[in-house]
């Protein structure tokens, strides 16, 4: 998300083919030709490189309307970063972050603690209490707090050495899953480093175009990450890790000194139930009678194996039948905060996935990430959702 | 709503339905020819019924507004920009499927409907429409009916006015008609229908079709035959079709395109060929065998390098979405690109080709085939390294001679992507002076003001197709 002039030659490689309609949400959902990937670059391209088109609300709109989900670059044909095209349209647009000075605090502080502290944690849960938002409560604590340390392998000799790093999330909302990752790793042979110091792996940032703390946040965490000198670094966000091991190289300035460590920490980097289905399990999961479907999140695919990992892990567990949903990878509309920024367009991308999760019959659903674990679960009648890892947790119980 | 026209059209369709923010006008100015995005429209509505497309047309022949219908935007012939401004009619929210009636083997759709969503509707009824442009994940059949689309399947199953049986249309002045009917025979009158069909939106604006199916073929599979020229590829083409075996598909594809594609081929197609063919045969499974290898004998008597079945239907798939890819495909080694569509009567490939070869080497511009082969659409694609006054003067030249060319051999100037306004210039080399004003005259009797997509077939004539623009 450096300067958007930067893409300048990559935006000129688009051919037009309009073939980007196929795989846009946002696009789909509301068939305006304003909302595709090609008219979304070429609108910025437009305003903020060439001065043709005026800066308005609309324009800014369009910048915005944007789940960056990815799937536009993943299938352009000719290899356009349309997403990161957007996030950098968006850095331009709005040159200290986007918001105004409450809501880029607030995103600072989010950012800087990696979850919901003090204030910002008790309005939240007034929030949630008065059903203003989809939130579970938020302890006092965070995962990363009440857990820095290192957390021998329960199990023999250790297989590995990981830093396990708690998204959001996990540290701060979602703490049963974090719970569940630690659990699970140490009965299968793994030792696991909590880092306290860690923050945000920058992705709320990139996507409010505020680079001066999306950078802050990468070199925070791959300084510690560098430090740690782990075998491997999990997480069990699928978004955390997509920009760790995936945007983090790329966005840091290729003077910047820590931008090779970032390269050498990426291959290193897996989600939990990626990694675990790759190594195997060595502790024996217990029976668990449920019918459960994945939802794929829009962040995967940064292994090949990311997108059958759950399915391929959960399905050892005796008495859990495994059911596919039509078009499991189609999004859910949550898009991080995309959700509460654009209810409308969102509510109509997720109804089309409810609609295929209903078809499975299933009572569980697992996905990797939590906004899409949270705004599935916000709809009616959705059935109990949660990270694959919660699951097999649970079986261990 | 800022002015009048957004105000008004918000009567016909409702609030949602109209946009006329300059940043939603940007989005419609061009279709996959970026070189025609020249005009804006004033407003761009999206209909949800035949009969808001007809209170849209009566108000814009009231005041003499042009009218420009659009599909997906996809085309390649810059069809649907609205140079002139006007209205854009954006139907792509008429999207639904209005009736599969596989007793008759027949479907009803709106204008809207994708292609590709079309085939997965139908595909699991056993049921199979061939017509398979390259762009089928996002076209629209409307937009394949106004400009005739085809694709690879165009050399056994004929292109898109082969399966429409009949329509409902919106004439300029509103009149909503129906030609046609669900009938596979049908001795009527004129051909209303297929007037429609490669009408580009010039007479009026189809809503609905009426589309034939066939039964979905229960065996296929997919051959590459490897050549050691462009000229071989060709004549083992020429070769197939006269021997009367007729593949699903049969695609020519230089080593150049190969090599572009072998992102997508997996595992990736690793020859020394010149020049490749792809083919897919369908039909019974001992029809299939048989074919095969009748096919591969006959390829191999004609001195090919060699000729692979690929067994895998994972990799097979593989060929078929990279071919489908090639065009965007070709600009990752492109600054700049100028797809042809000049299609030849396929006894006279190997001179198309040949003459290509010597065009290509006198004018020092590089010219990449991948064409549909088996029905003589070589889609002749000249790349460019740079894009400056000097190349783009270079494209017009070698379309021009490219043009001429395959009117030389008894081709016609577009197999499958329309005029629009990138072929404009050429028809009258193909139909001649008498046939261009026999189809004005046409026009008049269904767009007498001259409102309907303004510049598209021939060019523009003020005054005598309506108002000024």
Known sequence: MSDIAVYKEQMEKCSHCAFCQAFCPVFEAELLETFMPRARMEIARACLLENTLERSARVAEVIDRCLLCGRCSKSCPGGVPVEAITAAARSALYPHGKGGPLRRHMLRHFCQNRGLLGLHRQAANLASRRGWSPLPQVGEKLFAELYAGNWPSKNGTPRARAVYFAGCAANSLYTDTADATLKVLTRNGIEVNVIKEMVCCGMPAYAAGDRELLLECIRKNVESLANADADVILTECSTCGMFLKQKAPLLLPPDDPLAQKAKELAPKIFEVTDYLSQVGLIAAPGRLEARVTYHIPCHSAWTPTFDDAPNKLLAQIPGVEMVQMAEPNACCGAGGSFFADFADTAEKILQKKMADMKNTKAEICVTQCPACRTYIQSAADAPETLHPIRLLAKSYE | ?469
């Open chain 2, 1 to 469: 709503m800022a002015g009048g026209l957004g105000r008004d059209l918000e009567e016909i369709t409702g609030a949602g339905s109209v946009l006329v923010n300059p940043a939603d006008l940007y989005a419609y100015r061009s279709d996959a020819t970026y070189d025609y995005a020249t005009g804006k429209p004033d407003a761009v509505v999206l209909p949800q019924s035949t009969e808001q497309v007809a209170a849209i047309l009566r108000y814009a022949s009231a005041r003499g507004i042009f009218v420009t219908p659009r599909g997906a935007g996809s085309g390649l012939s810059g069809g649907c920009t609205p140079i002139f401004g006007g209205i854009v009619v954006d139907l792509k929210r008429m999207n639904r499927i209005l009736g599969v009636n596989p007793g008759n083997m027949t479907a009803t759709v709106e204008a809207g409907v994708v292609l590709d969503k079309f085939k997965a509707a139908i595909g699991p009824m056993g049921l199979f429409y061939p017509p398979d442009p390259q762009s089928a994940s996002v076209c629209t059949i409307g937009g394949n009916v106004a400009t005739r689309a085809g694709g690879p399947r165009g050399v056994k199953y004929g292109t898109t006015p082969h399966y429409v049986l009949g329509l409902t249309a919106v004439l300029a002045d509103g009149t909503i008609i129906r030609p046609g009917s669900l009938c596979v025979k049908q001795s009527v009158g004129y051909d209303i229908t297929h007037l429609f069909a490669g009408s580009e939106g010039t007479l009026g604006i189809i809503t609905q079709v009426h589309l034939r199916l066939l039964p979905k073929p229960k065996a296929s599979a997919t051959a590459v035959v490897t050549c050691n020229s462009a000229e071989q590829a060709a004549s083992v083409v020429s070769a197939i079709i006269s021997a009367g075996t007729v593949p699903a598909m049969l695609e020519f594809l230089t080593a150049m395109a190969v090599m572009v594609m072998n992102s997508i081929i997996s595992p990736p197609l690793a020859g020394d060929g010149q020049a490749y063919l792809l083919m897919e045969i369908d039909g019974s499974p001992e029809q299939v065998a048989a074919d095969l290898k009748n096919l591969s004998a006959l390829c191999k008597d004609m001195g090919v390098m060699d000729v692979r079945v690929i067994e895998d239907q994972k990799e097979a798939a593989s060929y078929w979405k990279a071919r489908a890819s090639l065009y965007p495909f070709i600009l990752t080694m492109a600054k700049k690109m100028v797809i042809e569509d000049v299609t030849v009567p396929r006894n006279q490939l190997p001179e198309f080709v040949k003459r290509l070869g010597e065009l290509s080497a006198r004018l020092g511009i590089l010219i990449g085939l991948g064409g549909h082969a088996g029905d003589g659409n070589m889609h002749p694609s000249l790349l460019f390294s740079e894009v400056n006054e000097q190349t783009r003067e270079k494209a017009e030249q070698a379309v021009e001679q490219i043009v001429r060319m395959g009117l030389a051999l008894g081709g016609t100037i577009s197999g499958e992507h329309g005029i629009g306004l990138h072929k404009s210039a050429f028809v009258e080399w193909e139909l001649g002076r008498e046939q261009i004003a026999l189809m004005k005259r046409i026009k008049a009797a269904f767009d007498p003001d001259g409102i309907m997509n303004p510049g598209k077939i021939w060019p523009y004539e003020a005054g005598r197709e309506g108002q000024e623009a």
